[in-house]
């Protein structure tokens, strides 16, 4: 029986011909032998290659899946539900999100996570939170910027950075109720919203004049991000196939001049544009204040 800190490896044991699976490592134990009815039997590990002598050589690159703890369950606790989900809409995307699938992946029923998570739309609101606080790490604990130049484009790149990581939790930031009326989306955290115009003041503006930015800066972010991270959405291909034609054809032979600047069209260019739109709203609060 295998203890209770077991850990299953994808292996792939050639026999012959044959492929076979699964070899099972029990943490500080040898390994355990895979009986080969006929020829030599190898099996691959993301760790070595073992032979029919029992002999480990070391392999540089994984070949096979990854490691799952079997039977060990890593102590609950809300940070660790909240990181998980994340992980989960990263993977697979908010609509697949469910505490039941959620659970499974923790190794635990979905009651467990109740215990820490009054349901999932709280669920949903923890993870804005985890990613905000991720931006405001990455934004707001380094070194000060030498101008209020030099600080939008730091806090731009960054937030444009976070919804590149997280290209399907980036319209969950920008949906989700915020905490006050007047926060604009994508930026709905106080503690971010509350630095990123301390910042603006620490170079001199006014308040109105921070305010103006802040709506500027926000609305410029809102618009290019969501473009951006739901056209690398895979679901929107699996959508668009089966969607339903009401009142115009989905066939795209039917447009031509569409069909003539297609390839221009799917071109990749929204880092550049970004960065002119980045450049063009710097441009504009500069005029603006004179």
């Known amino acids: 029986m295998m203890s209770p800190e077991a850990v299953v490896y ?5 026999i012959g011909h044959k492929v076979y699976a699964v070899n099972v490592l029990e943490l500080g134990h040898p390994w355990r032998r895979v009986a080969s009815r006929s020829g030599q039997t190898r099996a691959w590990m993301g760790v070595g290659v073992i032979s029919d002598d029992g002999e ?3 392999r540089p690159e994984r070949r096979l899946g990854l490691v799952e703890r079997v ?6 606790d809300q940070n660790l539900i909240i990181r998980e989900a994340v992980r989960f809409i ?4 908010r609509d697949r999100l469910t505490m ?3 659970g499974a992946r923790l190794g635990v029923e979905a009651m467990a996570l109740y215990r820490y998570v009054p349901g999932r739309e709280q669920l ?3 993870v804005v939170e985890a990613v905000m606080d991720e931006l405001y790490q990455s934004t707001m604990t380094g070194d000060y910027a030498d ?6 484009e730091m806090m731009a790149h960054g937030v444009r950075d976070l919804a590149l990581r997280h290209p399907k939790v980036f319209p969950l930031v920008a949906t989700r109720p915020p905490a006050a009326p007047w926060l604009r989306p994508p930026l709905r955290s106080l503690r971010w919203v509350e630095g990123f115009l301390e910042g603006l003041g620490r170079h001199g503006f006014s308040s109105d004049d921070s305010v103006t930015a802040y709506r500027a800066f926000s609305t410029f972010l809102l618009g290019h991000l969501l473009l951006e991270t ?3 959405d895979d679901d929107l291909t699996d959508s668009a196939a089966e969607d339903i034609e009401f009142y115009e054809s989905n066939n795209l032979a039917d447009y031509p001049i569409l069909q003539q600047h297609t390839a221009q069209l799917s071109e990749d260019v929204y880092g550049d544009e970004f960065e002119d739109a980045l450049e063009d709203l710097i441009n504009r609060i500069e005029h603006s204040r004179g």
């Open 10 to 14: 994808g292996v792939s044991l050639s």
């Open 56 to 58: 480990i050589s070391p």
């Open 71 to 76: 039977g060990a369950r890593r102590p609950l």
């Open 90 to 93: 990263d993977e697979s995307g």
């Open 100 to 102: 039941r699938r959620l």
């Open 124 to 126: 949903l609101d923890g």
């Open 147 to 152: 101008s209020w130049q030099e600080f939008l």
């Open 230 to 232: 739901g056209s690398a």
